[in-house]
Antibody, heavy 124, light 108 residues
Framework: QVTLRESGPALVKPTQTLTLTCTFS??????????LSWVRQPPGKALEWLAR???????FYNTSLKTRLTISKDTSKNQVVLRMTNMDRVDTGTYYC????????????????WGQGTTVTVSS | SYVLTQPPSVSVAPGKTANIPCGGD??????VQWYQQKPGQAPVLVIY???DRPSGIPERFSGSNSGNTATLTISSVEAGDEGDYFC???????????FGGGTEVTVL
């Protein structure tokens, strides 16, 4: 059974750095085709993809947020960490991590298992 | 940057068919995914690679993709199908995922 759980602070102050951890089980991020994405959702708004890290340690970022984001993985701990600097009130929302698969030969891909999400409020 | 356009809402009577469009420039050459999100819950993948269904997703959910429009079709709609639906693609040029703005499906 594949599970993911996000953890991190519920409240951060403007200009601070947010650090979120996704702890997962039931799959290995070393397996070819396995990736992990972070997605956020402001209250009442659409999903916004933030970053993805792949089995081979390739990293991809939302170009609009790239300068503020860092994604990394610890395969031995089954964890992926996302850091977002210079937090602002507009960054308030629910942050999800999601197992992502990508199979190069077929082009098949998707985010097939999601964590329950963690709510982050940015306020002084 | 690449933009995916969805209608804000779609209403459908129980037992009827709901078609949810997702527009994008030449989206037909991309792999499109669809996610269902119910209030207070995490999204669920219902269609990947344009028309494939993950295990556990009913056959009532299907997808198609051609030209500038991808479509999620829900047949024999049930009350439990209410929620928000988001389309998603990988934009090769900028190497990033893009989500549509979401469509709220209401069962009348």
């Amino acid at each position: 059974q594949v599970t993911l759980r996000e953890s991190g602070p519920a409240l951060v102050k403007p200009t601070q750095t947010l650090t979120l951890t996704c702890t997962f089980s039931g799959f290995s991020l070393s397996t070819r085709g396995m990736c992990l994405s972070w997605v956020r959702q402001p209250p009442g708004k659409a999903l916004e993809w933030l970053a993805r890290i792949d089995w081979d340690d390739a990293k991809f970022y939302n170009t609009s947020l790239k300068t503020r984001l860092t994604i990394s993985k610890d395969t031995s701990k089954n964890q992926v960490v996302l850091r977002m600097t210079n937090m602002d009130r507009v960054d308030t929302g629910t942050y999800y991590c999601a197992r992502t698969f990508y199979y190069e030969t077929s082009g098949s891909e998707g985010m097939d298992v999601w964590g329950q999400g963690t709510t982050v409020t940015v306020s002084s | 940057s690449y933009v995916l356009t969805q209608p804000p809402s779609v209403s459908v009577a129980p037992g009827k068919t709901a078609n949810i469009p997702c527009g994008g420039d030449n989206i037909g050459i991309k792999s499109v995914q669809w996610y269902q999100q119910k209030p207070g819950q995490a999204p669920v993948l219902v269609i990947y690679y344009d028309s494939d269904r993950p295990s556990g997703i009913p056959e009532r959910f299907s997808g198609s993709n051609s030209g500038n429009t991808a479509t999620l079709t829900i047949s024999s709609v049930e009350a439990g199908d209410e929620g928000d639906y988001f389309c998603q693609v990988w934009e090769t040029g900028s190497s990033q995922y893009v989500f549509g703005g979401g469509t709220e499906v209401t069962v009348l």
